[in-house]
């Protein structure tokens, strides 16, 4: 799955402003954003729900996302099931939409639930299940027949740290199939655990495309330095962004390397008592990428202005 | 995969009307309906007929002019059908002041005079008078009648009781019915396809409701193109109102077989032969059900509430209302330009058509008028998914924006 230069206006807003993606097959990807930066508009074009205003897309070999429908799951962000429906039917009615036919989707539906220890809910009507068991049975609905791309909007909002682990093992399992993955969060800890690559996406535009190592070192690492010896002569022989956090001082590894700062607080007998180098986190990626203040409304879930 | 994914919704909304308790309660309204009416037209006829059984007309002359009034009425009361009949005749005689006894018999109690009949004086010569009480003017006229009929039956020295000349009558046997109740017939079925689109297909306005509220229309619209939503939508619809149809159908038949016997159908004789004109009514229930029904479902597809849905249900019956008047023109004036608008016209084709089909033998416009009322089920299925598309799903650039070039860099500006 590819796009270029995708571009979307609602209105006067322009909600997705010339978008590059490029989904590696087999992989997991995950588009990363606060609430209102574009990530579900970006994820409907990319399907074909919605045309774009500007710009191309190539979804698994084909220009007309259409036409593939059939190869691809989708679990909306607004999830949606008929309340009537019992679970296992329900799955069943969303893999025949998808061509597969009604008795391989009921098997597969009564598997599948089996599966998530859900088994026992099989013919029990939508509105009798809990919000997060109708969640787990509107995902395997839109995998029920084995798409080649699974794309999922905000899967785990709304979702309960057992079903979002159920929810991480089903995306595992779906890649070890040889599914190619692509989903939306704001929650950075799902995408750092699950993704392979991952697209931030900020106020329509994609702030960076790479891989969450990548993503990562984009910041330098950062030491943790504990002085034998506290004095306040010691500050001023640290790199100025050191800041003091109890005991201990952090700041990024100066771009020469340690040793001569290493030498220098010996030789100043501030000593050594403990020293660790830390690859910084996807948090402070995504902090130097798209700003502090993003990076809180997206943690907080708030509509991001465009 | 169009007519697959459209199958898997038809199905699905099929499934989900029929099984459930509040269909039965759709299936057996007319039965409701039936019930009231039964109860309620008993009750307006006995109270229609307990006024009309106390009207009277009054005559006051001789007894011997009575008796030529009273041969009139019944002759005349023959030819005259029951629900239209002037008031019951009453003749009495003069006494006294003719004038006061015809106005006295209006302060009656018991018997509601409508008008009185009175010679104005005494003596062959006096000439007849009406007092017409509240305008009632039939029932002066009827009288009027009476009375030049009673001078002209003395002048001809017609006795009261004297049967009239016969006259040899031959009964012509026709082999096939006349225009005029090939006309009815077609006006009939036109009602009765009228009538069940009118209860049907008004349905499909908030068909699309339910998707929207519980948001499934986002995994219909990412799995099958809309057209194919709204062939589905429909399609399921529509099997929900041929089962009724097929329901009510089979019971009136099996009662009009009861009561009337089979032969009962062979009344009605239209041109074009009656199981082809049967057949034809069921083909143009369903152009009828799917035209509609898939302009009702477009305009409702863009409601976003129940709200709207409900203001949208005048409209729809004006609309309807409107293709019943322009194909009962049509079916009244055959042949006409009128009538060639309202067969061509997509929306009341079906209706027209239908009337038609009474009248007129020929089998080829009918095949014409499906072929080309498909072709606006399709063009309107199109219009209403391309509308939804672009009204509700926001999809594809705006048409300012895709007419205004400089509108992209003077909004980045």
Known sequence: ?306 | MFLRQAVVIARRDFIATVFTPAFLIFLLAPLFMLVFATVGGTGARMIADSGEAGQRIVVIASAEENALIRAADGRRRDLIPAPIAPPQLETREPRGDPEAQARAVFSESGIDVTAVLYRDGTGDDAGWHIIDGGNASFSANYLAALAEDARRDRLADISPGADPPAIPRTPFQRQEASSSDRQSAGMGALFVLFLLTLLLAGQTVSVLAEEKGNKVIEILAAAAPLEAVFVGKLAGLFGVALLFVAFWGGLVSMAIGALAGPGMMGVIDPAIGLSTFLTLGIVYFAMGYLLLGSVFLAVGAQASSMREIQMLSLPIAFFQMAMFGLASAAAATPGSTLALIAELFPFSSPFAMVARGATDAAIWPHLAAIAWQLLWVAITIAIGARWFRKGVLKSGPSLLRRFNPFHNSAKQN
């Open chain 1, 1 to 306: 799955m590819s796009a270029t230069g995708l571009v979307k206006y609602f209105g006067d807003k322009r909600a997705v402003d010339g978008v590059d993606i490029a989904v590696p097959a087999g992989s997991i990807y995950g588009i990363l954003g606060p609430n209102g930066a574009g990530k579900t508009t970006t994820l409907r074009m990319l399907l074909g729900i919605i045309e774009p205003d500007e710009g191309s897309r190539m979804l698994l070999g084909s220009p007309r996302p259409r036409t593939q429908s059939d190869r691809v799951g989708y679990l909306p962000e607004e999830r949606g099931l008929y309340p009537s429906m019992k679970a296992r039917e329900a799955i069943a009615f969303m893999g025949a939409l998808r061509g597969l036919d009604w008795r391989t989707g009921r098997e597969r539906a009564d598997e599948m639930l089996e599966a998530v220890g859900l088994g026992g809910s099989a013919h029990e009507k939508i509105k009798k299940l809990s919000k997060g068991m109708a969640q787990l049975v509107q995902l395997q609905g839109s995998i029920v027949h084995r798409p080649d791309l699974i794309v999922l909007d905000e899967p785990f909002s709304g979702l309960d740290p057992v079903n979002q682990e159920r929810l991480e093992k089903l995306v595992l399992a779906e890649r070890d199939r040889g599914a190619t993955i692509l989903f939306s969060t704001h929650i950075m800890a799902h995408a750092e655990r699950l993704c392979d690559r991952l697209a931030i996406i900020a106020g329509g535009k994609r702030r960076y495309e790479g891989s969450v190592e990548e993503a990562r070192a984009t910041l330098p690492m950062e030491a943790h330095y504990t002085p034998r010896e506290d004095s306040s002569a010691l500050l001023p022989l640290l790199p100025p962004e050191a800041v003091r956090d109890g005991k201990d001082y952090r700041f990024p590894v100066p771009e020469d390397g340690m040793e001569s700062l290493l030498q220098t607080l010996l030789d100043s007998g501030h000593g050594i008592a403990g020293l660790s180098l830390e690859r910084p986190g996807l948090h402070d990626a995504f902090v130097a990428l798209v700003g502090a203040e993003t990076v809180e409304r997206m943690e907080s879930g708030e509509e991001l202005e465009a």
